[in-house]
């Protein structure tokens, strides 16, 4: 983390170009089952290969808490040492968990080679795909933000210099230097923030009396993909985390029905807090929506899981009640991952009547199942939407819903 967060250095946006081999480590803490930990190893894994580096190996340790100093036990430290001393191209190691400042600086004085936390790597990413002003604005205040409490730690390499008790050495005088920078660049940062989101305010304020529709889900499940099928529109969709960072609003017309549609910044498991706090205003347009989509990848082992987080956010952000139709996309490659060859078409149709009906039980939205990708059953998504939409003009704006 060192060679990344320099304050008074020249901003750098990403992790660079080219492929950086890395060895991924978490620990499984006590009543956490090891199949949860080790899908949010994978998940890192694939954080790791949306920010560019190359996964070598795994390393996972069960504790009954981290180790206050390098977060992992003795022994396992050694075992991590030792491969790394053993394959020389490894560059980086990632930590599924936030480390400390000290944490880091003793863990690369150890290993030699740059230590990565989750935070520091969704922040890389987030850094490297941001595009507007906004975005771009957001990232580095949470940016300043997460390096803050970990300048002490950073600063450790002066700490024989220090004095005794008051510690009144050129340490901590270089340490308070740092936080007045970072302070003065944060409230410049929030100033900033705030200006822009005046000129958004406007904006939304002009857009006139529409009824909005967002789409929100965990991160990769599909909603740029859905959004350039419904809106016609070319909205950036890639097959990785955080394809989508800044918030795309696009008039969309079902049947001479308007509305706005607005594609949102995908959740993940273990968002950072500063992380969330920084892109508050980008998430306006979820609170400020009428009509959620809710999109899940139903093709992915842990899909409900993932459900469950993106509910657990919206109701961190208060708009857990609004009408809301939960998409589940990718039901081709559910069919292509689950169903054997060998299974007749009345048994598959079967299965998924009883896995919809199951999860209409769960969940109290309405819900549907689709394939963005092949355009399965996107008539009746439109149709549905359609319906909701109108239904919303009745009760918002019902003088305006007798010309449509």
């Not at 390393?59 to 001393?85: A, C, D, W």
């Not at 960072?245 to 049947?255: G, I, P, Q, S």
């Not at 998504?381 to 239904?391: F, P, R, S, Y």
């Amino acid at each position: 983390m060192s060679d990344i967060w320099q304050v008074g250095k020249k901003k750098k946006t990403g992790i660079r170009k080219g492929v950086e081999n890395a060895v991924l480590v978490s620990v499984i803490l006590d009543g956490q089952r090891k199949e949860e930990a080790q899908e949010h190893l994978d998940e890192l894994e694939f954080l790791a290969m949306t920010a560019g580096a190359n996964t070598v190996k795994q390393f996972t340790q069960k504790l009954k808490h981290p180790n206050s100093r390098t977060f992992v036990g003795t022994g396992k430290m050694e075992e991590i040492r030792q491969y790394i001393e053993d394959h020389e191209d490894i560059v980086m190691v990632i930590f599924d968990d936030d480390l400390s400042g000290k944490q880091t600086s003793i863990l690369e004085e150890e290993l030699k080679v740059k230590i990565i936390d989750r935070s520091t790597l969704i922040l890389d990413i987030f850094a490297s795909r941001a595009q507007t002003a906004q975005a771009r604005t957001q990232v580095e205040l949470a940016q300043m933000k997460y390096l803050l409490p970990r300048l002490r730690g950073l600063w450790d390499h002066l700490e024989r210099q220090r004095g005794g008790i008051g510690m009144r050495g050129p340490g901590e005088m270089e340490i308070e230097t740092d936080r007045r920078i970072v302070w003065d660049k944060i409230a410049l940062l929030k100033a900033r923030l705030e200006k822009i989101d005046k000129q958004a305010i406007t904006q939304r304020k002009n857009r006139g009396d529409m009824i909005r529709v967002a789409l929100v889900g965990y991160t990769n499940a599909g909603k740029s993909t859905l959004m350039n099928l419904l809106s016609k529109s070319e909205v950036f969709a890639e097959d990785k985390l955080f394809a989508t960072l800044d918030t795309t609003v696009r008039k969309v017309v079902l049947e001479r029905m308007p509305f706005l549609m607005s594609d949102t910044v995908g959740f993940i498991r273990k968002l950072p807090h500063h992380l969330v706090e920084s892109f508050k205003s980008t998430l306006d347009e979820t609170r400020e929506s009428d009509i959620l989509i809710h999109v899940v990848d139903v093709s992915h082992p842990q899909f409900e899981d993932q459900l469950k987080t993106v509910n657990k956010t919206l109701e961190e952000l208060e708009v857990g009640d609004k009408k809301t139709l939960i998409v589940f996309n990718k039901i081709d490659l559910y069919r292509e991952r689950y169903f054997d060859d060998l299974l007749d078409e009345d048994v598959k149709v079967e299965i998924l009547a009883e896995l919809k009906q199951n999860l209409k039980n769960n969940y109290d939205h309405d819900n549907m199942f689709i394939s963005a990708k092949d355009g399965e059953n996107i008539p009746e998504l439109k149709a549905k939407i359609k319906i909701m939409v109108e239904e919303m003009y009745n009760v918002r704006y019902p003088y305006k819903s007798k010309f449509f």
